[in-house]
Nanobody
Framework: QVQLVESGGGLVQTGGSLRLSCVAS????????MGWFRQAPGKEREFVAC????????YYANSVKGRFTISRDNAKNTLYLQMNSLKPEDTAVYYC????????????????WGQGTQVTVSS
């Protein structure tokens, strides 16, 4: 069982930056692939990025590639998402999630989810 708590969301202007954090409970954080998803009002929850347990592989949605960076610190049971050059279309609730798969980019491949943190980018 893994419990996930996100933080770091907020209101930022276009072009600004935010860093999201996700703290996991339990002693098995390091064995999971971790991912970030987001859901804008009236839209489906979509994949943003994921990182393998050993940080050797990362994957990004095309819409965030080159602007967002996913990372993790297994010693601190923490997942991060550094978001730069933010755009109004990045406005959404951001969720972290844990998957037992080695690579996971689909929502149904994730076993555990956080409650989400709101990110709002003003134009």
């Amino acid at each position: 069982q893994v419990q996930l708590v996100e933080s770091g969301g907020g209101l930022v202007q276009t072009g600004g930056s935010l860093r999201l954090s996700c703290v996991a409970s339990g002693r098995t954080f390091s064995s999971y692939t971790m991912g970030w998803f987001r859901q804008a009002p009236g839209k489906e929850r979509e994949f943003v990025a994921c990182i393998t347990w050993n940080s050797r592989s990362t994957y990004y949605a095309n819409s965030v590639k080159g602007r967002f960076t996913i990372s993790r610190d297994n010693a601190k049971n923490t997942l991060y998402l550094q978001m730069n050059s933010l755009k109004p279309e990045d406005t959404a609730v951001y969720y972290c999630a844990a998957s037992s798969r080695f690579i996971a980019t689909l929502r149904n491949e994730y076993n555990y989810w956080g409650q989400g943190t709101q990110v709002t980018v003003s134009s």
